[in-house]
């Protein structure tokens, strides 16, 4: 059984799937607030980084057996048959996990950056991306 308690929103869920992912050592962890966005297709996107296939495996299957386990809706996952960026769908949450390549190709962070970012500090909590940061996060965590 998990550690982790049932999220109470959306940020919650979004902040838990950051962690399980970071449970799994998922690199470059961050989450995009669309809730502002006029037309975004959900509330939160958590971004992350894996070196494999099989570490592709291990995340989303910690993700799913944890909000399994927390009597959550289960996510409807795509992308299992190539294991290149793979997504978990919750509705108010998406979750996209991609090996570097792939990342780096889609850029997503730049396409929705109008949202507000945030990443896991030292501690595992979520600390907001200042917009003077902003672009060397992205350059960090994607581009490099």
């Known amino acids: 059984m998990s550690n982790y308690g049932k999220p109470r929103s959306a940020k919650g869920l979004a902040t838990l799937c950051a962690k399980l992912a970071d449970d799994k050592l998922a690199k470059d962890i961050v989450i995009i607030d669309l809730g502002s966005l006029e037309f975004s297709p959900t509330n939160y996107f958590v971004i992350c980084t894996c070196e494999s296939e099989a570490q ?13 386990n927390l009597g959550l809706l289960k996510p409807r996952i795509e992308g299992l048959d190539s294991k290149d960026w793979v ?58």
């Open 87 to 144: 997504l978990l769908d919750m509705f108010d949450v998406v979750i996209h996990i991609f090996l570097k390549d792939i990342r780096n190709y889609y850029k997503l962070e730049k396409l929705w950056g109008d949202g507000n970012f945030y990443e896991l500090n030292e501690s595992r909590e979520l600390r907001k991306i200042t917009d003077k940061n902003l672009l060397n996060v992205i350059k960090d965590k994607v581009f490099s």
């Open 56 to 68: 592709i495996d291990a995340v989303v299957y910690n993700i799913e057996r944890t909000i399994k």
